[in-house]
């Protein structure tokens, strides 16, 4: 699977009409419809406010907000779906140019609109990754960060108090090779501990 690396914005123009793709990374349904709302308030003068938005490859939803019925979200969720993309909310913003698109103009001119702005989104892999602790001592903490570099992990908090602990996410299949590594740079003083498991960035 895959989401957006950060939040990203994209206008173009169809037959007049302006089309405004706003992305946003979230990680619950209520996040997503909170996005929803900011948008719709910022763009109140809008003709449309379109949405569409997948959370864990589970929760998805769309909205076509006054456009012809699956003319304007469900293409947009077509393409969140086509791409892979979750954990992500897009608003398509339509200011009417003063020329009828039809249903299968409308249709092609949000698809369009979602993906020019997907694919400049930065979209970044996710997979299953195991969240992991380990401490070491102040001697040993390059040669960690160097060791977790190598195995692409994800610091996602380090721990400064008698040694280091450091806590980061990996792919859930180089675990016992990191392990291994780890054992071997310290002659089996230092041992990880599996503490959870996500869907997290992976290189």
Known sequence: MYTISRDYRKEIVIEKSRFICSLKKVHSEAEAQEFIKT???????ATHNCSAYIVDDLAQRSSDDGEPSGTAGVP?????????IVD????VTRYFGGTLLGAGGLIRA???ASKIAIDAGHIITMAPCKVIS?????SFY???NILLNEFSA???NSEFTDSVTVIFSIRENTVSLLQDKLTQLSNG???LKEIGEKFAKVE
Do not use: A, M, P, Q
């Open 39 to 45: 948008v719709k308030k910022e763009f109140w003068d």
């Open 76 to 84: 947009t969720l077509d393409v969140l779906l086509k791409e892979g």
């Open 154 to 156: 994800n610091i996602e």
């Open 142 to 144: 390059d040669r960690l």
């Open 110 to 112: 949000y698809s369009h």
């Open 134 to 138: 380990v401490s070491v001592d102040y």
């Open 88 to 91: 992500t909310c897009v608003v």
């Open 189 to 191: 003083k230092y041992l």
